[in-house]
């Protein structure tokens, strides 16, 4: 008999695009309802000490408005998620991992590949780059973050993510890629993403289970 755990990936829900798509809004709301454990790259680097060699070089991509590399990602990524399990803060057996921000691009893809099980893509589409970065400049004064501060980090951002984040939506094609329109309010975005996982035979499961 094998001893491998029922859900020996994370069973994981992607939320996919560009800078002031509204992930993060969208991600924090998700992890507030039972059985959903939201985990944003983007906070866990924000979260390192600025003084130690990691802290370092977030600071050296993100104020240029490109990607830390893949390994050191990968690895800060693995140490924190592992930590939520230990912690019990996210029960892998019951609950889904709401992902933002990572993969941010397909080798990360394939790196995650043997640690998630990716469910669902939510694709938060808003071709309109005007109006994220009139979103990502408001939030630069509301959250203090610098990397949405300055025009041209900006645009570097977009361009990165078109470079190296959108071929992601190729890499998991098919249904499980669910494209929502972010120009809508942030309810019926939640409320498209919602719909997406309530299809889910995953779901279904979890519904039967009297938790
Ligand atoms: P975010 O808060 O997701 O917009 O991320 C802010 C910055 O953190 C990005 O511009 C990158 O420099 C860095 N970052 C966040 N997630 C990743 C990732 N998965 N891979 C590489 N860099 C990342």
Request: glycine share 6%; hydrophobic share 40%; proline share 5%.
């Amino acid at each position: 008999m094998s001893d491998t755990p029922k859900h020996a990936r994370f069973r994981t829900l992607l939320i996919l695009g560009a800078p002031g798509s509204g992930k993060g809004t969208q991600g924090k709301v998700l992890g507030s309802i039972p059985r959903f454990h939201h985990l944003a790259c983007g906070d866990v680097f924000r979260s390192l000490d600025t003084r130690t060699p990691l802290g370092q070089k977030f600071v050296e991509y993100s104020s240029r408005g490109e990607l830390v590399p893949d390994d050191v990602t990968v690895a800060l990524w693995h140490a924190n998620v592992k930590h939520r399990v230990e912690a019990y803060l996210f029960k892998p057996e019951i609950d889904f991992l709401v992902l933002d921000g990572i993969p941010r691009n397909v080798e990360q893809a394939r790196i995650l590949e043997k640690h998630i099980e990716v469910l669902r893509v939510f694709h938060l589409s808003c071709p309109d780059r005007t109006e994220l970065a009139r979103r990502l400049r408001k939030r630069a004064l509301k959250d203090n973050r610098f990397d949405d501060a300055n025009e041209s980090v900006i645009q570097q951002r977009f361009a990165t993510y078109e470079a190296e984040t959108k071929p992601i939506l190729d890499y998991y094609s098919g249904d499980r890629i669910v494209n929502i329109d972010a120009s809508q309010p942030p309810a019926k975005v939640l409320y498209d993403i919602l719909g997406g996982v309530m299809t889910l035979d995953a779901w279904k499961e979890l519904e039967k289970m009297k938790i």
